[in-house]
């Protein structure tokens, strides 16, 4: 008579398998004063794009990303994102991969997509390497159902009493489902402060919604671009619309402006209100075809930081003036602008 037993009569004699118990993570008191043990540990700054000498996008950051109308705002921000995504050079400048989810809530999806395509045409070698996608493969389709670049066409509630209800943050969190991100963008600050109640000089919003911000960072362990207008007048171009309650928040933002009208149309970005860096490093780019459709293109990379006021204002001018302009002809229009006599 066979007296073996059988792994499965072993198994029921045995029962289930204990579950190991973890110990609970003791959560740092916020209000606990660091040691000089923890100072010297404190992990240093890294840079999601650029690094103290270009800052473009700081990890576990709030940013800004500002501008006038049609100042390519969006244009910078998609490209940022996407390059992000992707683990993909912005413009000459490194990045730290990660997921990233990008609220757009201006445009439609349909317009902004066209935007994102593109970018496929703009970067489709590397996505071919990246996702082993051959020529005569999709790299669009392996691109935009990996998870890394998400796309989302309604704004949130960021002030909400209640997240859980509506559009609030708790139901943003809930529906992200590719974590970790590295960067959640809004498209723009003031959809999701009309999404909230407000507008950007509501006092009863603004603050609310730079928190709520804050929240969602802090909940994804990721950095939150808010993506703003500046006013039209002369005195309101440095920084966004509305209430400052923003600029006091941030650890840096990018003002983009706009040079020229059409196809020569140039656009600047300016690393601004960095608290972590120096202001001024500057991306120049224009507007080209990328396929059927259009993206950033870099005409040069210039740090503008050790610049005088005067030299400055030589430069704009030459940026503003025709290709194929001769030396004599920047000389006459500097002297027009006034910025600087003959000697």
Excluded at 100 to 112: D, H, K, M, S, T
Excluded at 154 to 166: F, I
Excluded at 290 to 309: E, F, H, Q, R, Y
Aim: charged share 25%; glycine share 10%.
């Amino acid at each position: 008579m066979d007296q073996r037993i059988s792994d499965a009569d072993l198994d029921d004699l045995l029962g289930a398998e204990p579950m190991p118990i973890k110990a609970p993570v003791e959560r740092r008191h916020p209000f606990k004063e660091y040691t000089y043990e923890e100072l010297t540990n404190a992990p240093k700054k890294v840079y999601l794009c650029g690094d103290d000498d270009r800052p473009v996008l700081l990890t576990d950051s709030l940013w800004q990303t500002m501008g006038l109308l049609k100042s390519a705002k969006t244009y910078f921000c998609l490209e940022l994102g996407f390059c992000i995504a992707f683990g993909l050079e912005f413009h000459g400048l490194p990045t730290k991969e990660g997921n990233v989810a990008y609220i757009i809530a201006e445009g439609g999806i349909g317009r902004n997509y066209q935007r994102v395509l593109a970018l496929c045409a703009k970067y489709e070698d590397q996505l071919r390497i990246k996702f082993g996608v051959s020529a005569g493969g999709d790299h669009i389709a392996a691109a935009m159902t990996s998870g890394k670049f998400n796309l989302i066409d309604s704004a949130v509630d960021l002030a909400s009493p209640d997240p859980t209800k509506g559009l609030g943050i708790d139901v943003l969190l809930d529906q992200l489902a590719h974590r970790p991100y590295a960067a959640v963008f809004l498209d723009t600050w003031a959809r999701m402060l009309w999404a909230s109640g407000g507008h950007d000089s509501d006092q009863n919003t603004v603050g609310p919604a730079v928190q709520g911000c804050d929240r969602i960072r802090k909940a994804l362990d990721c950095t939150v671009v808010m993506v703003a207008h500046i006013g039209v007048s002369k005195d309101a171009q440095g920084r966004a619309k509305g209430l400052s309650d923003p600029a006091g928040a941030i650890d840096g933002a990018t003002h983009c402006s706009k040079s020229g009208d059409g196809p020569l149309a140039r656009y600047a970005f300016r690393a601004t209100y960095q608290r972590h860096a120096v202001d001024g490093y500057t991306i120049l780019a224009q507007l080209r075809a990328s396929g059927p459709n259009v993206a950033l293109m870099s005409d040069n990379i210039a740090n503008l930081v050790k610049l005088t006021k005067r030299e400055s204002q030589m430069l704009d001018v030459l940026r503003g003036m025709e290709p194929g302009a001769s030396l004599a002809d920047w000389q006459a229009a500097v002297e027009t602008a006034k910025v600087v006599g003959r000697n």
